[in-house]
T-cell receptor
Framework: GDSVTQMEGPVTLSEEAFLTINCTYTATGYPSLFWYVQYPGEGLQLLLKATKADDKGSNKGFEATYRKETTSFHLEKGSVQVSDSAVYFCALSFHQAGTALIFGKGTTLSVSS | DAEITQSPRHKITETGRQVTLACHQTWNHNNMFWYRQDLGHGLRLIHYSYGVQDTNKGEVSDGYSVSRSNTEDLPLTLESAASSQTSVYFC?????????????FGEGSRLTVL
């Protein structure tokens, strides 16, 4: 079945370090891909998305590019801040209206000053 | 502002009791979803609804039920709570546009079954 695999965490970085969180997917067809972020004690919120191959989603300094050839959607940020400490979830869904998201297991990021 | 709210935010119950978690959204979204979040499993889909009177089972639906009598609400019921259902539950909604859309999440309901 369709699934999302994320790198295991936690990821611990110093402020201003470069961040990469790997995400690969298995799907029949061509899904839309998402990164959601969950700050402590809160629900998830959309960080960025890409709906077709080679699209780049970006928001708040984070970027991810939809790579069909490698079935990947890796999240990157050039310089992390303490405020980026959160759990990051990669997810996919299909273009049928309103289909549910399939999530990866999440990667915890901890940034220290 | 439109929002999605869950209640209660925290609940402790005993094995075998019936529990209902409420979810209310004011966006007038057709689509609503319930997920549970557990360490090592991420978010797993329990039930979802694409509109009034429509309900569908997700990946981990055993022991749970939902009903959709109006657009705004999708309550989640645990018929007979079990310790394995101790978790954090998230409700979400979306407008179900032509392409895959953004889900809007509530703040979660933490359920402990003793």
């Amino acid at each position: 079945g369709d699934s999302v695999t994320q790198m295991e965490g936690p990821v611990t970085l110093s402020e201003e370090a470069f961040l990469t969180i790997n995400c690969t997917y298995t799907a029949t067809g061509y899904p839309s891909l998402f990164w959601y972020v969950q700050y402590p004690g809160e629900g998830l919120q959309l960080l960025l998305k890409a709906t077709k191959a080679d699209d780049k989603g970006s928001n708040k300094g984070f970027e991810a590019t939809y790579r069909k050839e490698t079935t990947s959607f890796h999240l990157e940020k050039g310089s992390v801040q303490v405020s980026d400490s959160a759990v990051y979830f990669c997810a996919l869904s299909f273009h049928q209206a309103g289909t549910a998201l399939i999530f990866g297991k999440g990667t915890t990021l901890s940034v220290s000053s | 502002d439109a929002e999605i709210t869950q209640s209660p935010r925290h609940k402790i119950t005993e094995t075998g009791r019936q529990v209902t978690l409420a979810c209310h959204q004011t966006w007038n979204h057709n689509n609503m979803f319930w997920y549970r979040q557990d360490l090592g499993h991420g978010l797993r889909l329990i039930h979802y609804s694409y509109g009034v009177q429509d309900t569908n089972k997700g990946e981990v639906s055993d022991g749970y039920s939902v009903s959709r009598s109006n657009t705004e609400d999708l309550p989640l019921t645990l018929e007979s709570a079990a310790s394995s259902q101790t978790s954090v539950y998230f409700c979400a909604s979306s407008d179900g546009g032509g392409a895959a859309g953004e889900l809007f999440f509530g703040e979660g309901s933490r359920l402990t079954v003793l």
